[in-house]
């Protein structure tokens, strides 16, 4: 097991290091950072003497190495706009996020899960259909549509709860929702599917011929089992919310990273936008880790390959 | 796949194609998705017969009126104007034309690498197959939406830019089905039949292994298309995808947003627009996916 996760965890660094090296070379090769620092009515002068007093004149491949090293001492540089240490920056606004990607997380999985074992109890009635419908939408609403949506109807006409900030709970509770739906078809199919397999198997029957209950067979027996893939769903689905959280900050004037990385993308508050990619990559990173070694422990069918 | 369906439906010969058109006429969801399809196909092709007005003329006298069904609506304006005064269903009719080029030129790049990754890493496994996980691995690690705002802010938003910078992302889940199902078929007895026959590798991978994933593809280039249509759209509401004055329907909704308190049509309708299509490539994916590759349902 030991062996396993010591490789699972040095591919992921591997990984990181890709990322952000790409994720570096991109964001230089995709415009002009000493333009874009010196500002819109800069000369081409003003333009030379940033990139010499930054260092932006030296090849992208020593400037990587500069900004790697910078990285792994912890030091993430500064934000050309606020003129601050970007990691404190970072470190103000992370919890806001990871509030609102654990709850958007907490809703989908509270939503999906009994409707995906639900289906599975009962395929092919109008309880498995309705779930499928559900899905359905769920997929093809664009999440910013849906948050505006919700901030007419409960934020406005009904008055039920706050339209933007992070302030109080009830801030949180339209973004989640409408970060969190997203995933929900995602988990419910996996449910709905692991569920069918598992009921359909052999300790379930003994289970059932021994003369257990129906609930204790669902809860006890087959909804534990059906749930291990879609723990690593989840946690790969919670990687992607923290993307995801940069359109639905957005929409909601939270004050987290995902806000953050646009306002700083438009002010091409370069050193911003490159700790935040970084920072996201690598949190996926070891989301992807977490659930391997979760799998792994879980399921050891897994560790023999 | 053919193999496949005929195959399954032994006893029903002659004709496992009259047995496809049975399973394609039996799934409602499938046809509601190919009718809506359509539907929206046909209104981007007749664009210029279907819009009453030119989508970017504004009338500054004739600012935010309400569509038809509302009090004060008029006939003049069906779906109402926006804040500029331009006719919306005018703009409607023409965004469709973004979202649907959007959707088909970027899964024309992404389904040509993730695919061409895919069948290689599938088939030869080892090294090969070692580099390209890696390749998939590190472009799952990038968030996508990040990553696409910032090169379009730095490049500069377009039309051109958006479809090649969501293309050479979303080749992911073509990478990752393409493998697997690639490597289930690897060993059948038609390519070692093939591969006994003295084929070359080319011919192999593209006349024996390339029909046979077919199914498969479809399901995804229909997801993934849904995908791109809503990253386009998400992309112009943040207001670095597609620029104005060009009525992309994320943008629509963007610029509605300062007028949705008092005017929510402007931002229910072309937000309802996206929805409807988004919801009609999802039916039809998951219609392809019961039909021609049943055994991938999740």
């Known amino acids: 097991m030991m062996a396993f996760a010591l490789k699972r965890l040095l591919l992921a660094l591997v990984v990181a290091f890709a990322v952000s090296l790409i994720s570096f070379m ?32 030296r090849p992208l491949i020593v400037q990587y190495l500069d900004w790697a090293q910078m990285v792994l001492k912890g030091d993430l540089g500064e934000s050309s706009f606020f003129k601050k240490d970007v990691r404190s920056i970072l470190a103000d606004r992370l919890g806001v996020t990871l509030t609102l990607g654990g709850l958007a ?18 395929p092919n009635t109008w309880v498995d259909r309705a779930a499928l419908a559900i899905a359905v939408m769920g997929q093809a609403m664009p999440s910013f549509w849906f948050g505006l949506i919700m901030i007419i109807v409960l934020g406005v006409k009904l008055r039920l709860l706050p339209i933007s900030g992070s302030e ?14 997203y995933a929900t078809p995602a988990i419910m199919r996996l449910t709905r599917a692991g569920m069918l397999e598992v009921l359909s198997s052999d300790y379930i029957r003994t289970a059932v011929s021994k003369g257990l209950s129906p609930w204790q067979i669902l809860f006890k027996h087959a909804l534990r089992n059906a749930l291990i893939p879609v723990v690593s769903l989840a946690s790969v689905q919670f990687g992607f919310m923290l993307g995801g959280s940069v359109v639905i900050e957005t929409v909601f004037a939270i004050h987290g990273v995902g806000f953050l990385a646009w306002e700083s993308i438009r002010r091409s508050d370069l050193p911003v936008v490159q700790a935040i990619v970084l920072m996201l990559s690598l949190i996926y990173v070891g989301l992807n880790l977490l659930a391997d070694v979760l799998n792994a422990l879980l399921d050891p069918r897994i560790r023999v390959h | 796949m053919v193999e496949v369906l005929s195959e399954m439906e032994g006893a029903e010969r002659p004709g496992s194609r009259r047995m496809l058109l049975r399973r394609i006429v039996g ?19 007749a664009a210029p017969l279907i819009a009453p007005y030119d989508p970017y003329e504004q009338n500054l006298d004739r600012r935010l009126i309400p569509p038809v069904w509302h009090e004060e609506g008029t006939w003049s304006h069906p779906l109402g104007t926006d804040g500029l005064g331009r006719d919306y269903l005018s703009r409607l009719v023409y965004g469709s034309r973004i979202s649907l080029l959007i959707g088909v030129s970027t899964v024309a790049i992404s389904a040509v690498i993730g695919s061409t990754l895919g069948i290689l890493a599938g088939y030869f496994g080892g090294r090969v197959d070692l580099v390209i996980s890696f390749l998939i691995m590190v ?23 958006v479809i090649l910078v969501l293309g050479l992302l979303l080749w992911d889940r073509f990478a990752v089905v393409m493998r697997a199902t690639t490597q289930l078929v690897r060993s059948a007895d038609y390519v070692r039949a093939a ?30 298309m849904a995908r791109a249509i809503l990253l386009e759209a998400a992309l112009s509401f943040l207001g670095l995808g597609v620029q104005p004055p060009l009525p992309s329907w994320g943008l629509m909704v963007s610029e509605g947003k300062e007028f949705m308190l008092f005017s929510p049509w402007v931002i229910t309708i072309p937000g309802a627009a996206l929805f ?3 919801l009609a490539i999802n039916l039809l994916g998951d219609g392809i996916r019961d039909i021609a590759a049943p055994e991938a349902r999740t």
Do not use: Q
Request: net charge neutral; with cysteine; charged share 10%.
């Open chain 1, 26 to 57: 991109l964001l230089r090769l995709a415009g002009d950072p000493a333009a874009a620092l010196a500002g819109e009515s800069a000369s081409a002068e003003d333009i030379e003497f940033v990139r010499k007093k930054y260092g932006l004149d």
């Open chain 1, 105 to 122: 997380l907490c809703f989908a999985a509270l939503v999906g899960i009994p409707l995906g074992a639900l289906a599975a109890v009962r």
């Open chain 1, 168 to 181: 109080t709970w009830a801030h949180f509770v339209m973004p989640a929702i409408a970060l969190g739906y």
């Open chain 2, 27 to 45: 799934h409602k969801g499938f046809l509601a998705g190919a009718t809506i399809l359509l539907a929206i196909l046909t209104v981007a092709l």
């Open chain 2, 139 to 161: 472009r799952l690690a990038m968030p996508v939406i990040l990553v696409a705002l910032a090169v379009v802010a730095l490049v500069g938003g377009s039309l051109k830019i």
């Open chain 2, 195 to 224: 591969r006994a026959a003295g084929a070359s590798t080319v011919h192999i991978l593209v006349s024996e292994i390339l029909p046979n994933l077919m199914g498969h593809l479809m399901v995804i280039v229909t997801l993934e």
């Open chain 2, 276 to 278: 409807m299509l988004v």
